[in-house]
């Protein structure tokens, strides 16, 4: 029986099937963040505040609706996944714990942020890492359409506050083959307004992280 192929979005989106690449996105987009608050904990002003709010925000958002709809769809299709799903669940309430504790240390005008960063990353990267390890195997059995189904429902699952700058954030530094893949199965409407008028949101809060 040959051996399952490895993926990772940590060895870059090259290595990955296009239909896994709005997923990826979002964990690029998460660990490229850490890295922004690690960078500026050391110094920080409040004038982030915004910016952090709006990531773990996302962040809530994105294992919540794996939690309640995309580990649900991917059980319905893969009963092997069952076991799996408890063993992620139980890293998404130790994120939720490094999150809080970012955000206690920045409620305290930043006392302790630089440890709280630290250890935020490190949860993270270690977390992010461990669910593509279990779920892209998923995904790869699935197929492109019946992965993508699932998908859909995700991202409909999306509040108001996180849709309004989800578009821009996971396009933030990303490569242009990818960013192309992923904004062809975006409504050109949606699309657009992410281009523009979100984009400029999403600019306007990232300076408060960017030196």
Known sequence: MPTP???SS???????PPYFHGFALMH?????????LRTAAPAWNGAGTPWWQQLRETIEWHHTSEDDVLWPGLRHRDPD???????LHDDHEELDAAMH???TAIAHRGDGLVRAAQTFEGVLRDHLRDEERIVFPVFERLGERAYLAEERKVVSSAPMRV???LQPWMFDQAPRRSVAHVAATIPPPVRLIGSTLLQRRYNRTLKGILK
């Open 28 to 36: 690029i987009a998460m660990r490229r963040d850490a890295g922004r």
């Open 101 to 103: 504790a970012v955000s």
């Open 5 to 7: 192929r490895t993926y």
């Open 163 to 165: 849709m309004t700058h």
């Open 10 to 16: 940590e060895n870059g989106l090259d290595t990955l």
């Open 81 to 87: 996944f069952d076991a799996q799903a408890r063993e």
